[in-house]
C-alpha cells in the first residue's frame, strides 16, 4: 500500500523582511510535511522566526517563495478569495493573545467564523454551543471577554479556531498568557479536542514540558526546521 499522502506539505518556504540597512533572512527554505491528526510542536529561541513560519504557512502573511500545499491545494498558487476561503473552510488559529471581539459574548465569538462561511444562525448556535459545553464553558457562553478570566477567555478562543472543523490548527503560544495550571487544562482540552476532531495542529511554544506531549518535536534554526530531542 501508498504511504497516505501528507495533509499539509510546506516546501521550501522562505521569508525575508528588510531595513533601510540590511536584509534579514528568517525562514530559508523550510520544508515540512504533517499527517493528518499529527500534533506538532515548533520550538526555537525567540527571534527565531516562529510566529512568522504560522503566518506564512496560514497564508496571513505572503511568502518570500516556495508554497504551502493543504490537502494538495497550493495555497500560493490561488488567487486571493479562493486563499481567504480556502483558510476559513481549513485554518483554524490560536494565539497567545485570545483576540476576541470585546463587543461580543463568548456564544457569538465562536460562531462568528459560521457567520462568515455563510452558515445559517441555527446550525452556527448549535456548534458553538457544542464547543462552549465541551470545555466547560456552557453558563459564560453569554459574557463578554472582558468578565471572563484569562484562562476562560483563551478556551473560547480554541473553541472558536475549531468551530469550523478545520483540517488544521496553528497555534503561536496558546498558553504562554495562562499560570501553570490553567495552561495545562486549556493544553489538554486542546489536545483532546483535536484529537477527537481529526485536525492537524502545529503549535508553537517555549515550553518544553508541552512540547514533549506532542507527537513531534522540530526546532527552528537559522531558518530552517530540524529535528529537536530535549
Do not use: W
Not at 100 to 106: G, R, V, W
Amino acid at each position: 500500500m501508498s504511504e497516505q499522502p501528507a495533509l499539509l506539505k510546506v516546501s521550501g518556504l522562505k521569508k525575508n523582511f528588510h531595513t533601510a540597512s540590511d536584509t534579514i533572512c528568517v525562514l530559508d527554505g523550510v520544508d515540512l510535511e504533517l499527517q493528518e491528526g499529527e500534533f506538532l510542536a515548533v520550538v526555537g529561541e525567540s527571534g527565531s522566526g516562529k510566529s512568522t513560519l504560522l503566518h506564512v504557512m496560514g497564508t496571513l502573511e505572503p511568502s518570500g517563495g516556495g508554497d504551502v500545499f493543504l490537502n494538495g491545494d497550493a495555497l500560493f498558487q490561488m488567487s486571493s478569495i479562493q486563499t481567504a476561503q480556502a483558510r476559513n473552510r481549513n485554518i483554524g488559529f490560536v494565539y497567545q493573545a485570545h483576540h476576541l471581539i470585546p463587543e461580543l459574548d463568548a456564544l457569538e465569538n465562536v460562531m462568528l467564523p459560521l457567520f462568515i462561511r455563510g452558515e445559517s444562525r441555527t446550525n452556527a448556535m448549535v456548534r458553538a454551543e457544542q464547543l462552549l459545553d465541551r470545555l466547560g464553558l456552557s453558563k459564560r457562553k453569554h459574557h463578554r471577554p472582558g468578565r471572563m478570566s484569562g484562562g476562560e477567555a483563551q478556551r473560547v478562543a480554541v473553541a472558536r479556531a475549531l468551530v469550523g472543523k478545520p483540517r488544521l490548527l496553528l497555534a503561536d503560544e496558546p498558553t504562554g498568557n495562562l499560570d501553570e495550571h490553567t495552561a495545562s487544562e486549556v493544553f489538554d482540552l486542546m489536545q483532546q479536542l483535536c484529537k477527537e476532531e481529526g485536525t492537524a495542529v502545529v503549535m508553537v511554544t517555549h515550553s518544553i514540558r508541552f512540547a514533549r506531549l506532542s507527537d513531534r518535536i522540530l526546532r527552528l534554526h537559522e531558518g530552517k526546521l530540524e529535528a529537536y530531542a530535549p
